[in-house]
T-cell receptor
Framework: AQKITQTQPGMFVQEKEAVTLDCTYDTSDQSYGLFWYKQPSSGEMIFLIYQGSYDEQNATEGRYSLNFQKARKSANLVISASQLGDSAMYFC???????????????FGKGTTLSVSS | SAVISQKPSRDICQRGTSLTIQCQVD?????MFWYRQQPGQSLTLIATANQGSEATYESGFVIDKFPISRPNLTFSTLTVSNMSPEDSSIYLCSGCRGLSTDTQYFGPGTRLTVL
């Protein structure tokens, strides 16, 4: 079974509009971390936002926020006021494991391509 | 944030040859990983690079095909051996400080094309 599911292969949005990119995850661990990365056409992986499983508040970083619904095992990324430069591939990822355990590698979803038009 | 550099940034290689990719990280990084991203696909973990010992490979990846070294804390190499066109991918080095809550940072990637 997939650990990270991103069901939207592509999303289209107009400049200045908000967009939500979906991510659901599957884990039996109580402690885990959820991450979102942006990958422009240049190929670099840019970290956007992190949500810990014990965090009670939804994470926010500038125009990015993470809508964390633990019971539903979803961690959707919300981008407010989209810009042309937001056009890229977006990946949701998860790290499982005990909070005190040395970091294990991230598991990635298949990604969502976001296209922002003027 | 951690600084991670990789070289080469891209290469075009002939079938049957090997390519070694180098990754340098700053001293904040303790855990190092290698990922492969095939065209149009997501990132797949190849292995965890262990300092001074054999790397830990994921299912589907073997040491003979992807030998990895990590002679010290801040340097690692990945070799893609006996290449075929199916090895054409972006190879990414990644690192984190070792806590489960830490962000995992990525190098700029190596775009490999095998003819």
């Amino acid at each position: 079974a997939q650990k990270i599911t991103q069901t939207q292969p592509g999303m289209f949005v107009q400049e200045k509009e908000a967009v939500t990119l979906d991510c659901t995850y599957d884990t039996s661990d109580q402690s885990y971390g959820l991450f979102w990365y942006k990958q422009p056409s240049s190929g670099e992986m840019i970290f956007l936002i992190y949500q810990g499983s014990y965090d009670e508040q939804n994470a926010t970083e500038g125009r990015y926020s993470l809508n964390f619904q633990k019971a539903r095992k979803s961690a959707n990324l919300v981008i407010s006021a989209s810009q042309l430069g937001d056009s890229a591939m977006y990946f949701c990822a998860m790290r499982e494991g005990n909070r005190n355990q040395a970091g294990t590698a991230l598991i990635f979803g298949k990604g969502t391509t976001l296209s922002v038009s003027s | 944030s951690a600084v991670i550099s990789q070289k080469p940034s891209r290469d075009i290689c002939q079938r049957g040859t090997s390519l070694t990719i180098q990754c340098q990280v700053d001293s904040q990084v303790t855990m190092m990983f290698w990922y492969r991203q095939q065209p149009g696909q997501s990132l797949t973990l190849i292995a965890t690079a262990n300092q001074g010992s054999e790397a830990t490979y994921e299912s589907g990846f073997v040491i003979d095909k992807f030998p990895i070294s990590r002679p010290n804390l801040t340097f690692s190499t990945l070799t893609v051996s006996n290449m075929s066109p199916e090895d054409s991918s972006i190879y990414l080095c990644s690192g984190c400080r070792g806590l489960s809550t830490d962000t995992q940072y990525f190098g700029p990637g190596t775009r490999l094309t095998v003819l």
